[in-house]
C-alpha cells in the first residue's frame, strides 16, 4: 500500500494556531509534497480503474451507451484496490455498482425508447426510507467490518458506504436529493482516500463532487420546468418526462 497522508494534514490547519499564516502555508507544502509522493508511487492498476471511472462519467454526460462497459471495468478494478486498501465496505458498495451497471445496460438495449421517469422531489416517505437505509446500513455495515474484518477505520467507512446506497436508491427514484446524499458520502471519502493512499481515487471523488453539484443543478432547472398550474405534485410527484436526464 502507498504511504498515506497523516490525519493531521488532511484536516485545514487551524488559522489561529502559533505561527499563524507561515504554519499553514509550511502544512500545504507538507501535504502537496506529500500528495504528489502518493500520485508518483501509484501503480498501473489504480490508473487503469480512475481513468475508466473518468471515461465513464464522460460517455454518461454524453449519453453513450459506452458508460456501462467502462463503468464495469472501473467498478470490477475498484474491488480489487479498494479490498487491498482495507475499504471493505466500499468492495460491497462497487459490488452493487457492478450489479446495476450490467441491468442498466440490459434496459437501455432493451428498453432505450420507453419514457424516463420524472424528477421530482423527495416526499416524508422517502426520507423515511432514505434514514432507514443510511442507518440501518450504518449498524450493519460496522458489525460486518468489527467482526469479520481487520478494517482499522469500520465508522467512516461505513459511514460513507450507507449514504451512498441511500443516494443511489433515491438516483433510482430520480429524486433530486440523491445528489446531496451522494456529496455527503463524497466529502467524507475524500479525506479517507487519501489516508489510505490512494490519491487518483480521492481526486476522482472530487471530480464526482462537482458533478453532484451540476447534477442537482440541473435536475433542479428540470422540476422548475415541469411545474404548471392544476398539477398536484404532493407525495413527490409522478408526472411523466421523456427528457434525457445524463
Same mark, same amino acid.
Given at each position: ?80 484496490? +479498494? /479490498?487491498?486498501? *482495507? $475499504?471493505?465496505?466500499?468492495? =460491497? %458498495? ?7 451497471? !450490467?441491468? &442498466? ?87 479517507? +482516500? /487519501?489516508?489510505? *493512499? $490512494?490519491?487518483?481515487?480521492? =481526486? %476522482? ?7 453532484? !453539484?451540476? &447534477? ?31
Amino acid at each position: 500500500m502507498k504511504k498515506a497522508i497523516p490525519t493531521s494534514l488532511i484536516h485545514a490547519p487551524d488559522p489561529g494556531n502559533a505561527g499563524g499564516g507561515k504554519k499553514i502555508i509550511m502544512e500545504i507544502q507538507q501535504w502537496a509534497v506529500l500528495l504528489w509522493q502518493q500520485i508518483k508511487e501509484t501503480d498501473i492498476l489504480q490508473w487503469l480503474a480512475v481513468s475508466f471511472g473518468v471515461a465513464e462519467v464522460l460517455f454518461a454526460k454524453a449519453n453513450k451507451i459506452w458508460l456501462y462497459p467502462t463503468g464495469l471495468v472501473a467498478t470490477i478494478l475498484s474491488v480489487i484496490i +479498494l /479490498f487491498e486498501a *482495507g $475499504l471493505y465496505a466500499e468492495c =460491497l %458498495l462497487n459490488g452493487y455498482y457492478i450489479i446495476m451497471s !450490467i441491468y &442498466g445496460w440490459w434496459y437501455w438495449i432493451t428498453k432505450k425508447n420507453k419514457p424516463f421517469v420524472a424528477v421530482t422531489r423527495c416526499s416524508k416517505r422517502d426520507w423515511i426510507v432514505v434514514s432507514a437505509i443510511t442507518f440501518g446500513g450504518i449498524i450493519f455495515l460496522v458489525y460486518l467490518l468489527k467482526q469479520y474484518t481487520n478494517s482499522t477505520v469500520p465508522y467512516m467507512d461505513a459511514w460513507i458506504s450507507a449514504t451512498a446506497w441511500a443516494g443511489m436508491w433515491l438516483l433510482a427514484k430520480r429524486k433530486i436529493e440523491n445528489w446531496i446524499l451522494l456529496n455527503i458520502s463524497n466529502a467524507f471519502a475524500i479525506p479517507l +482516500l /487519501f489516508h489510505k *493512499g $490512494l490519491p487518483l481515487y480521492a =481526486l %476522482l471523488t472530487i471530480f464526482l463532487f462537482v458533478v453532484a !453539484i451540476t &447534477g442537482y443543478i440541473k435536475w433542479n432547472k428540470i422540476i422548475k420546468s415541469d411545474l404548471s398550474p392544476g398539477i398536484s405534485y404532493s407525495d413527490g410527484g409522478t408526472v411523466a418526462s421523456n427528457r434525457k436526464l445524463i
